[in-house]
């Protein structure tokens, strides 16, 4: 059974850099779709990045230009680096793996197609 942890987490100012990384306990296929997610309170959680087996990214609008997500199939982690952060960018981040097909059909941002999920990490920007 695959567990995800993140890590990385931290409190920065408007501006900065954080660069969070994602281990799995088990073997991860390097086939898989992998993602990153985050959720703010009182909103829903919103998909940011994700990677697919030929490290094809995909990122949300909110993000595009300043996240980066990498994986290294070797180490089966997943990584985001997130540069030019800003208070909006307040939220628990979480990284998760599905099925490669959820990559290849375009909802590689659906939360409800990753079937494991880390536990969080916090990011917050003021």
């Known amino acids: 059974h695959v567990q995800l942890v993140e890590s990385g987490g931290a409190s920065v100012q408007p501006g900065e850099s954080l660069k969070l990384s994602c281990a799995a306990s088990?073997?991860?296929?390097?086939?898989?779709?992998l993602g990153w997610f985050r959720q703010a309170p009182g909103k829903e959680r919103e998909g940011i990045a994700s990677?697919?087996?030929?490290?094809?990214?995909n990122y949300a609008d909110s993000v595009k230009g300043r996240f980066t997500i990498s994986r290294d199939n070797a180490e089966n982690t997943v990584h985001l680096q997130m540069d030019s952060l800003i208070p909006e960018d307040t939220a628990m981040y979480y990284c998760?793996?599905?099925?490669?097909?959820?990559?290849?059909?375009?909802?590689?941002?659906?939360?409800?197609?990753?079937?494991?999920w880390g536990q969080g990490t916090q990011v917050t920007v003021s």
């Open positions: 088990g073997i991860i296929s390097s086939t898989n779709c």
């Open positions: 990677i697919d087996d030929a490290h094809m990214t």
């Open positions: 998760a793996t599905t099925t490669p097909r959820t990559c290849w059909v375009g909802a590689a941002l659906t939360a409800t197609e990753y079937y494991t």
